[in-house]
């Protein structure tokens, strides 16, 4: 028989429970009584887990977001502090290394630049497009005349990221419904056909016949736009390589093997 006097705790994320509640309606474990060793005073009180990202850069802080919006992680920002649910603690932590890892670089001022014109988009556009070049790691700065500026080096990418929004936009959102998880495992085994050999036939074909069916489909269920859009903008820079006659073998070798690498996470 429980004690109903004592407090109780749950063993995972260290959130406190009145007496009489014996298992954690969140992580789903039996609760004890005494409070974990490394659990925060303020994740036992609040059920929350605080982050300081004061000294993280602006863009790895908008990439933490969407990354946190795309997983569906309920989150809220007190300044610079980020706020979750504290059972989520251990999946956000993942989730930030992640941003970590890959923390947007530098723009480096020596190297040669290209420009894009954005006064024609909105400000939902610019934001959905910055959030893919950051999930990206591309680097980016604006100039004097309000252009966003890449490396010339990742001229491909970015056009490719600007091909996949234009054609998923409002079009897209309104057009074909799709069964997703078909749709990304035929994406999946193209890419892994070219990854291995770039002018395999039924590679070459599979990913056409998928890009072309991405292209004209509603966006999925359960999808957010700035993570199909990016999908979309690898699948581009796939397909772009194909039609090219000048594109080395190892470039489409590479371009398939990302776009392999993030289909995995889906199939």
């Not at 957010?224 to 999908?231: A, G, P, Q, S, T």
Request: glycine content about 8%; aromatic content about 6%; overall charge negative.
């Amino acid at each position: 028989m429980s004690d109903d006097s004592a407090t109780m705790w749950c063993p995972r994320c260290g959130s406190e429970y009145v007496p009489g509640i014996e298992v954690c309606p969140d992580c789903d474990v039996d609760l004890v009584t005494e409070r974990p060793a490394g659990a925060s005073p303020d994740a036992a009180a609040t059920g929350e887990a605080e982050y300081d990202l004061a000294e993280w850069a602006d863009t790895s802080r908008r990439a933490a977001q969407q990354l946190l919006t795309a997983e569906g992680v309920p989150y809220a920002w007190q300044g610079t502090t980020l706020v979750v649910p504290g059972p989520l603690a251990p999946r956000v932590d993942g989730l930030l290394g992640q941003i970590e890892a890959m923390a947007v670089p530098e723009l480096d001022p020596d190297a040669e630049l290209v420009a894009y014109d954005l006064d024609e988009w909105g400000a939902e556009q610019v934001d959905e497009l910055l959030a893919i070049i950051e999930l990206e790691g591309i680097a980016y700065t604006f100039d004097d005349e309000g252009e966003l500026v890449v490396d010339a080096t990742n001229e491909s990418r970015v056009d490719a990221i600007i091909e996949g929004m234009h054609l998923a936009g409002d079009e897209g959102e309104a057009g074909t419904d799709i069964d997703a998880a078909a749709l990304l495992s035929d994406l999946f085994i193209a890419a892994d056909r070219l990854m291995r050999d770039a002018r395999d036939h039924d590679g070459v074909l599979g990913l056409v016949d998928a890009a072309e069916a991405a292209d004209g489909a509603s966006l999925p269920y359960g999808f957010e736009r700035v993570v199909w859009h990016n999908l979309l903008s690898r699948v581009h820079a796939v397909t772009a390589l194909l039609e090219d006659d000048d594109s080395a073998d190892a470039d489409i070798r590479d371009a398939a093997r990302s776009l392999r690498d993030l289909l995995r996470t889906y199939v």
